[in-house]
């Protein structure tokens, strides 16, 4: 098996895993288990759902999510009673308990009394009961409601032994422009820029007639005639994840008042637009992701893979959290197939692979009412007597046999860099085209390090970088001068360095930096451009060695100031530019190369960065990446495959040795150790 580099070693020897995880791994070994409900069911189903439960090998279980209305049937009541015979029985069964802070679902009596508790969309229409989700982040009487539910369910479990993780509220994200939002947004404003003149400047007022005279004129970016100021929605997005976090974190701090040694996590969805994870991430002590694939989405695989290395990101390297997955089909999209036999399995090992010490489903039991009663669950309406219930069991048992996965380091040399703040500002309206986005750039760079089996950290802006050999920005449309001045300092101090099109364009105010482009990077990447021209249909280029490939959707008229070029336009005109700078190397791309071109450009990054991937010749489909000293294999394709391996090794979950070659069918996994001469298992 190849060894690992010095730099990954490195990583193994240092990486600490955090408190909060490792309180829940600690002689549990991976985490398994899902959403239950069990206030869906009479009491005489639980007793069958524990024993079902125990047989799957579940040690953990998210309880209340939806329960407000069960334990707060009318305001000021409590009904705690269910709850505890629910957690006395977890906790016989010796089943660890994620206990929700049932806050993401109001019961309609909050509503029908308080209707401002309710939210307000961007036409001024209040959303109504009857659904889920419906609070205003920034309504006090919800606020108020929802502490006081939430110290009493923490006093009442501070202590149980079957509490572990509390779970506040689900998949945060709403917004909301009433009236008391507008208020909250005038104070977040007042808190960043002071006086209104600072403000008038931030938000380019003087742009069609838009100054403020008063902070009461400032409301919240309601629908209007014309597209809006993209510097007034910059800030509201801004403040939407902000009031839902400041939401999050007076939750969180009632709990951490009444249970100070129990980990505090909220279920994050991924690249999700309306929040910034990387401002929430640091307030929470698990990271925890909920994530659906899309069976029929050929890229499925890649994408789930670059939500884990967020997740891994968003948790600094720490084990993170799969809250959610479906065990088969999703009752949310329009068409929804079921899950090939076997995809359960593959899916899940590819997040432990990927830095994952839990994983759990959306939900235990299928729902026989409600608007998820088609979704699928670990146990069917059909009963445990299925293919996929089956397949449920097998897989939890399977997951000991990873015990010692848990907390074990993804080492990456790659980092790739993503903002949610860029995100908003790139895809405001009015920019030269829409086609270029922030997520789906992020996913073309991040495919071919993919299929070259090479670990990538996804980091935010202001990471260190000083670890990385090779650092990728897709896009920073949006760049602060001190990000830019970093990205500089990494590649004169000898990293390497890739910038995607249409980067540092703007500042944090979302105003044009002027001159020639990308004003704060044109020196390190010894190269600038004058005009974004996006193209209709196929754009031919030719690398400088001749030969030629497609881009699409945009182009730069550039000109290289020192850098050299590496790909052309058939037009004329530099494509890809490739800088000496200091003791590194940076590379600039000025449209939006094919998949393959990508990849080569991917595989002569790497080069200049002497990074490789953790096996060479990986064949087509085959995700390959190391988690400490276990090298997993996963076969995503549709034909069987062989993979070379350069030493012997042994499968932690069959038990079966592979010497030089290793045969794997579709979506079949391979937990790789090194075999001591002794057939026992050692360390790299
Ligand atoms: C989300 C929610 C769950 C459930 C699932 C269905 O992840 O958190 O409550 O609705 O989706 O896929």
């Known amino acids: 098996m190849a060894s690992l580099d010095n730099a990954a070693a490195r990583a193994v020897e240092t990486f600490q895993?955090?408190?909060?995880?490792?309180?829940?791994?600690?002689?549990?070994?991976?985490?398994?288990?899902?959403?239950?409900?069990?206030?869906?069911?009479?009491?005489?189903?639980?007793?069958?759902?524990?024993?079902?439960?125990?047989?799957?090998?579940?040690?953990?279980?998210?309880?209340?999510?939806?329960?407000?209305?069960?334990?707060?049937?009318?305001?000021?009541?409590?009904?705690?009673?269910?709850?505890?015979?629910?957690?006395?029985?977890?906790?016989?069964?010796?089943?660890?308990?994620?206990?929700?802070?049932?806050?993401?679902?109001?019961?309609?009596?909050?509503?029908?009394?308080?209707?401002?508790?309710?939210?307000?969309?961007?036409?001024?229409?209040r959303l109504w009961y009857g659904s889920r989700n419906q609070f205003c982040p920034s309504s006090p009487v919800y606020r108020e409601r929802a502490l006081a539910l939430v110290a009493d369910l923490a006093t009442r479990y501070a202590g149980h032994p079957a509490l572990a993780l509390w779970h506040v509220g689900n998949e945060y994200g709403q917004i909301c422009h009433c009236d008391e939002s507008a208020k909250a947004f005038r104070t977040w404003l007042k808190d960043r820029y002071g006086d209104l003149d600072?403000?008038?400047?931030?938000?380019?007022?003087?742009?069609?007639?838009?100054?403020?005279?008063?902070?009461?004129?400032?409301?919240?970016?309601?629908?209007?005639?014309?597209?809006?100021?993209?510097?007034?929605?910059?800030?509201?997005?801004?403040?939407?994840?902000?009031?839902?976090?400041?939401?999050?974190?007076?939750?969180?701090?009632?709990?951490?008042?009444?249970?100070?040694?129990?980990?505090?996590t909220t279920n994050f969805m991924g690249l999700f637009k309306p929040v910034d994870y990387w401002s929430w991430a640091d307030e929470e002590d698990i990271v925890s992701n909920d994530h659906y694939?899309?069976?029929?989405?050929?890229?499925?695989?890649?994408?789930?893979?670059?939500?884990?290395?967020?997740?891994?990101?968003?948790?600094?390297?720490?084990?993170?959290?799969?809250?959610?997955?479906?065990?088969?089909?999703?009752?949310?999209?329009?068409?929804?197939?079921?899950?090939?036999?076997?995809?359960?399995?593959?899916?899940?090992?590819?997040?432990?692979?990927?830095?994952?010490d839990g994983l759990c489903y959306f939900q235990w039991r299928a729902s026989r009412f409600g608007a998820e009663r088609f979704h699928s669950a670990m146990l069917p309406h059909?009963?445990?007597?299925?293919?996929?219930?089956?397949?449920?069991?097998?897989?939890?048992?399977?997951?000991?046999?990873?015990?010692?996965?848990?907390?074990?380091?993804?080492?990456?040399?790659?980092?790739?860099?993503?903002?949610?703040?860029?995100?908003?500002?790139?895809?405001?309206?009015?920019?030269?085209?829409?086609?270029?986005?922030?997520?789906?750039?992020?996913?073309c760079y991040y495919l071919p390090f993919w299929e070259r089996g090479v670990s990538v950290d996804l980091v935010p802006p202001s990471a260190d970088l000083r670890g990385y050999s090779l650092v990728v920005v897709p896009n920073l449309f949006l760049i602060s001068d001190e990000d830019a001045a970093a990205l500089?300092?990494?590649?004169?101090?000898?990293?390497?360095?890739?910038?995607?099109?249409?980067?540092?364009?703007v500042d944090q105010r979302a105003h044009v930096r002027t001159g020639r482009f990308p004003a704060p990077l044109r020196d390190v990447l010894g190269a600038s451009g004058e005009e974004h021209r996006p193209a209709d249909g196929p754009v031919r280029c030719r690398w400088t060695t001749g030969t030629e490939f497609a881009a699409h959707t945009w182009t730069e008229?550039?000109?290289?100031?020192?850098?050299?070029?590496?790909?052309?336009?058939?037009?004329?005109?530099?494509?890809?530019?490739?800088?000496?700078?200091?003791?590194?190397?940076?590379?600039?791309?000025?449209?939006?190369?094919?998949?393959?071109?990508?990849?080569?450009?991917?595989?002569?990054?790497?080069?200049?960065?002497?990074?490789?991937?953790?096996?060479?010749?990986?064949?087509?489909?085959?995700?390959?990446?190391r988690r400490g000293d276990v090298l997993f294999l996963l076969n995503h394709g549709t034909d069987t495959v062989r993979v070379p391996l350069p030493h012997a090794a042994t499968d932690l979950l069959t038990g079966s040795a592979a010497d030089g070659e290793l045969t794997l069918s579709p979506q079949e996994v391979a937990a790789l150790v090194n075999p001591s001469p002794t057939g026992n298992r050692v360390r790299s």
């Not at 239950?36 to 439960?53: C, F, I, K």
């Not at 899950?339 to 990927?354: C, H, I, T, Y």
Request: aromatic share 8%.
């Open 382 to 443: 059909a009963g445990p007597d299925t293919r996929l219930h089956a397949e449920v069991r097998a897989h939890g048992r399977e997951l000991r046999e990873l015990a010692s996965v848990a907390g074990q380091p993804v080492p990456a040399r790659v980092a790739m860099v993503f903002d949610w703040p860029n995100w908003w500002a790139l895809e405001e309206r009015g920019r030269p085209s829409d086609r270029l986005n922030a997520t789906d750039q992020l996913f």
């Open 17 to 125: 895993p955090g408190p909060g995880m490792h309180t829940l791994t600690a002689g549990r070994g991976l985490l398994f288990g899902g959403d239950y409900n069990p206030e869906q069911w009479p009491e005489h189903v639980w007793a069958e759902d524990v024993e079902l439960m125990r047989a799957a090998g579940v040690n953990l279980v998210t309880v209340g999510v939806f329960s407000w209305a069960r334990i707060e049937p009318e305001q000021g009541k409590r009904d705690f009673a269910w709850l505890d015979r629910v957690l006395d029985l977890m906790s016989e069964a010796g089943i660890a308990v994620d206990l929700a802070t049932p806050t993401a679902s109001p019961p309609p009596w909050l509503g029908h009394r308080r209707p401002q508790t309710l939210p307000v969309d961007e036409s001024g229409h």
């Open 557 to 625: 008229l550039v000109a290289a100031e020192g850098a050299e070029t590496m790909a052309e336009f058939a037009e004329g005109g530099p494509a890809v530019l490739r800088h000496r700078s200091g003791q590194g190397v940076a590379w600039y791309v000025a449209t939006m190369p094919e998949p393959d071109a990508l990849g080569e450009l991917a595989t002569r990054a790497l080069a200049d960065a002497g990074v490789h991937g953790v096996l060479p010749d990986l064949p087509r489909g085959v995700e390959a990446v």
């Open 198 to 264: 600072t403000l008038n400047d931030a938000w380019g007022t003087t742009f069609w007639s838009q100054r403020y005279s008063d902070w009461a004129e400032i409301i919240t970016p309601r629908r209007a005639p014309s597209m809006i100021n993209p510097s007034q929605q910059l800030d509201w997005r801004r403040f939407c994840s902000d009031a839902l976090l400041a939401h999050f974190r007076a939750e969180r701090d009632v709990l951490r008042a009444r249970t100070p040694d129990t980990p505090i």
């Open 293 to 356: 694939p899309d069976p029929s989405d050929p890229l499925a695989p890649a994408r789930a893979a670059l939500t884990h290395d967020l997740m891994r990101g968003l948790a600094k390297g720490r084990p993170w959290l799969l809250m959610e997955q479906s065990t088969s089909a999703v009752n949310w999209r329009p068409h929804n197939p079921p899950k090939p036999p076997g995809r359960l399995r593959l899916e899940s090992l590819q997040a432990v692979a990927r830095g994952a």
């Open 488 to 505: 500089s300092g990494y590649v004169r101090g000898g990293g390497v360095l890739v910038v995607g099109p249409f980067s540092g364009i």
